[in-house]
């Protein structure tokens, strides 16, 4: 069972950025399309990011505006969600997924992980 393990979140000011790495535990997941999801208090789990796991190439949610870049470094196992110009709409909990396909990946993925906050203040 792969194991992902999300760091780099904390509280930040509007305005700030922030880096979230996630690291899996097994170099299969260069194999693998992986994204982000966050989940706000009280809200659904919504998808933010993903990378295809060949080309790269890269989706966002609407509500990202260009503000999010998510990147992977296959030799690292790691995944990464740079931030910019925070809000306080997106204080949530983030998580890491992967799946072996992108509609997977929307739809429901094989491994999670545990998550990371992210608060903003305004």
């Known amino acids: 069972q792969v194991q992902l393990v999300e760091s780099g979140g904390g509280l930040v000011q509007a305005g700030a950025s922030l880096r979230l790495s996630c690291t899996a535990s097994?170099?299969?997941?260069?194999?693998?399309?992986m994204g982000w999801f966050r989940q706000a208090p009280g809200e659904e789990r919504e998808f933010v990011a993903s990378i295809t796991e060949s080309r790269g190439s890269t989706h966002y949610a609407d509500f990202v505006k260009g503000r999010f870049a998510i990147s992977r470094d296959n030799a690292k196992n790691t995944v990464y969600l740079q931030m910019n110009s925070l809000e306080p709409d997106d204080t949530a909990v983030y998580y890491c997924a992967g799946d072996w396909t992108p509609t997977g990946l929307r739809v429901g993925p094989q491994h999670w992980g545990q998550g990371t906050q992210v608060t903003v203040s305004s």
């Open positions: 097994e170099p299969s997941v260069s194999t693998y399309t």
